[in-house]
């Protein structure tokens, strides 16, 4: 049976992103048809540098048999990026061909209605400069969704959603509402409903410390309380809110599949600590499913060919089906 093909955008240049790729293609076929979004220049000379010896199929964005492609070469779909050198510095100079690399993707994937999408990592100082967030918050704008999108980090274990993202924490209190906190639940919800067909148990976490504070109206009495109160009618597997110091020890979590915090670190760092790189980056909302391997371009890895890929890995397994 032909699948349907799984899109890449291999992102910054100078990351270890083809590093972790060349890795993954290494360790095991795939049976849906990967197409990477790159320039066929880097792929050749970082291939040669980190000592690799993958056969290139050039394709066009055009193509009418997708479904037909196997992954016996890596099929690339070209795009001119000028280098100097294979490892250089991560700067902005690079922005506008990862910028082009993001739209033809996205062309098509939405013209062909393709639903599979992984993203290597980018630079947020260089690529998004202040513009938005996070890639999150970038592909939630070139798709216009809006605000209708969640961010969550999944382990078949446990997975985690900040209700924030890539926000500075003296603003995180301003962008909690109960309207996000439902529209965050109800996005939850439904993937694992259509992805696993059941109803995952959720935890929500506070924001202040022991969700307590030594002012009155806290964030916990305003918002969170009577928004999971108003989420229970509909689905009692939602608990909270808990503590963000308590509900990481293992007698709690072995009840919750998800876990919401209210921003980035008070849930990702735990989640790594607990699982290393054994994690996927999933943005949910989108037209299609989303993923980005849970690590960044770290540079001072770039040409070392000592990078895990096995964020990758799981990445590419979760949408090989």
């Given amino acids: 049976m032909n699948r ?9 240049p100078n990351s270890i992103f083809l590093e972790i790729l060349f890795k993954s293609l290494g ?40 479904y037909e492609l196997n992954n016996k070469k890596i099929n ?19 922005n506008s061909y990862i910028n082009k690399c993001f739209n033809i993707a996205l062309e098509i994937l939405i013209k062909n209605k393709f639903t599979k999408f992984i993203n290597g990592p980018i630079s947020k100082k260089h690529f998004l400069n202040g513009r938005h967030f996070g890639i999150t918050e970038y592909l939630a704008n070139q798709t216009k969704v809006k605000d209708k999108f969640a961010m969550l980090i999944f382990n078949k274990n446990l997975s985690v959603s900040p209700l924030t993202t890539h926000l500075a924490l003296k603003d995180v209190h301003k962008k909690i509402t109960k309207q996000k906190i439902y529209k965050q639940v109800n996005l939850i919800n439904s993937f694992y409903i259509k992805k696993f067909n059941k109803t995952p148990r959720i935890a929500i976490t506070g924001l202040n410390p022991h969700c ?5 109206n806290s964030e916990e009495d305003k918002i969170i309380i009577p928004a999971i109160k108003k989420l229970r009618l509909k689905n009692t597997k939602i608990n909270g809110p808990f503590p963000a110091d308590t509900i990481f020890t293992k007698s709690l979590l072995k009840n919750y599949d998800v876990v919401i915090g209210m921003y980035h670190d008070q ?5 790594k600590a607990l699982f290393n790189f054994d994690a996927i980056n999933i943005t949910l909302g989108l037209p299609f499913i989303r993923i980005s391997p849970d690590h960044g371009p770290n540079h001072s890895m770039l040409g070392k060919n000592l990078s895990d890929p096995k964020s990758l890995i799981q990445a590419l ?3 090989d089906k």
């Fill in 267 to 271: 849930v990702l760092s735990p989640m």
């Fill in 27 to 66: 360790k095991k076929r795939f049976k849906s048809p990967l197409i990477i979004v790159a320039s066929k220049k880097l792929v050749l000379e970082q291939m040669k540098k980190l000592g690799y010896s993958f056969k290139v199929n050039i394709i066009h964005k055009n193509i009418k048999n997708f």
């Fill in 212 to 216: 307590e504070s030594n002012f009155e």
């Fill in 76 to 94: 690339l779909i070209n795009v001119d990026y000028k280098f100097n050198k294979c490892f250089e510095n991560i700067t902005a100079k690079s």
């Fill in 4 to 12: 349907q093909p799984i899109i890449i955008v291999a992102g910054e």
């Fill in 317 to 319: 397994n979760f949408l």
